[in-house]
């Protein structure tokens, strides 16, 4: 069982950053994949970011060049900065852990695995 604890979210104006961090009771060096989600009120929980254990990422189209995943595997953190809020930024953002990563043709998959933390609010403000 991994639990994952998020934190780093809050209030912020438009144009803010936030680093969002998510710690792992379990080693990260058994944990293969990991990526944060969001999910925003009446809307489905969407992919944010992802980050294989080599280090690759994938992103979503609309945080590319705004968000940043890592990981730091020593410290069994995943974190993700993120710059140039705006107010559809607006969500709770949730942490994932040993998600399924495939690359086909050059391009990247997460898909969700088992293991969610509780979720931190990101409130963007205009």
């Known amino acids: 069982q991994v639990q994952l604890v998020e934190s780093g979210g809050g209030l912020v104006q438009s144009g803010g950053s936030l680093r969002l961090s998510c710690v792992s009771s379990?080693?990260?060096?058994?944990?293969?994949?990991m990526g944060w989600y969001r999910q925003a009120p009446g809307k489905q929980r969407e992919l944010v970011a992802a980050?294989?254990?080599?280090?690759?990422?994938l992103y979503a189209d609309s945080m590319k060049g705004r968000f940043t995943v890592s990981r730091d595997d020593a410290k069994s953190t995943l974190q993700l900065q993120m710059n140039s809020l705006n107010p559809e930024d607006t969500a709770i953002y949730y942490c994932?852990?040993?998600?399924?990563?495939?690359?086909?043709?050059?391009?990247?998959?997460?898909?969700?695995?088992?293991?969610w933390g509780r979720g931190t609010q990101v409130t963007v403000s205009s």
């Open positions: 994932n852990a040993l998600g399924s990563w495939g690359e086909y043709s050059g391009t990247y998959y997460y898909t969700a695995g088992p293991y």
């Open positions: 379990d080693s990260m060096f058994n944990i293969n994949a």
């Open positions: 980050i294989s254990s080599t280090g690759r990422k």
